[in-house]
């Protein structure tokens, strides 16, 4: 299995959109691997894990085959993961040769996103998006195109169900772990008995300790100290860190110091991982 990290920023990116932090600044200024865009990744060049307004320049810059992608894997409905706005350019009049549907997997709050932004855009345009949305569980079991994936429970917005991704195919395991805090005890409960190959951590808050909602680095020890305790994880296991925010406060060559300290990988736009 191989995934590709297409962004690997928080909401507002980094730089953020709007923001003239001292890190922000000097990210702007060092370009490369700091330059973070929007929450988003591609399994094997085939299924999409989240929509953010990057995805364009994200096909722009990495050769993302959009017309071609049959599957998306939604985590939760935030601005930096759920842009379904551009799903509507995926009707006749704005693409041609489309050459099937997609099929989006998620949960219920981006499915009223989306139909709130169908309605309107049908509105001025009567094609309807070549699009199936399935509105899924967590803890249930689905496949698509050969991938058995199942959602979990994430520690992030309690607004909706935000959902973590566990993914296997060919006898790998592939553990998407963002947005969320520390995990919730039922997904604990859950994942006792699998082994994964790559553990994906959210590190959005870096240097700082959080409570829930997001995590920073020392949280990301004990999420990967608890895994290698019960067994999910062992030294062939590859654990990578991702979703930056600027007010984590340290630039990739820093961030990417602190976390090999623990075997950690830290993610840029672009990288690639194979597992
Ligand atoms: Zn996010
Ligand atoms: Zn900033
Ligand atoms: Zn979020």
């Given amino acids: 299995m191989k995934i590709q990290y297409l962004g690997t920023a928080a909401a507002e990116g980094w730089p953020g959109i709007f923001c003239r932090c001292d890190v922000c600044k000097k990210a702007l200024r060092l370009g490369g691997k700091n330059i973070r865009t929007r929450s988003q990744a591609v399994i094997d060049d085939k299924i999409l894990v989240d929509l953010p307004q990057d995805t364009y320049s994200h096909m722009l810059t990495y050769g993302l085959d959009m017309p071609n992608i049959r599957t998306l894997f939604v985590t939760h409905s935030h601005q930096d993961h759920w842009y379904p706005e551009e799903l ?98 039922e997904t604990w409960d859950f994942i006792q008995g699998y082994h994964f190959d790559l553990v994906s951590m959210d590190c959005t808050m870096q240097k700082t300790r959080l409570e829930t909602n997001h995590m920073g680095l020392s949280n990301n020890v004990d999420v990967a100290k608890r895994l290698r305790d019960m067994g999910c994880a062992n030294d062939c296991t590859k654990f990578v860190v991702t979703h930056f925010s600027h007010n984590g406060g340290w630039l990739h060559e820093e961030m990417e110091e602190r976390a090999k300290e623990h075997g950690f990988i830290t993610a840029y736009d672009g990288m690639t991982v194979e597992f």
């Avoid at 989306?114 to 309807?128: F, G, M």
């Fill in 88 to 185: 509507m350019m995926r009707r006749e009049g704005f693409a041609v040769d489309m050459n099937g549907v997609l099929d989006i997997y998620g949960n219920d709050a981006a499915f009223h996103y989306l139909d709130r932004v169908e309605a309107e855009a049908l509105e001025y345009s009567p094609n309807k998006a070549q699009i199936r949305y399935h509105q899924i569980r967590e803890f249930q079991e689905y496949t698509a195109q050969g991938y058995r994936f199942i959602p979990l429970k994430a520690a992030h917005n309690p607004r909706e169900n935000c959902f973590l991704y566990l993914i296997q195919k060919d006898g790998k395991t592939l553990f998407y772990g963002n947005d969320t805090g520390y995990l919730p005890e």
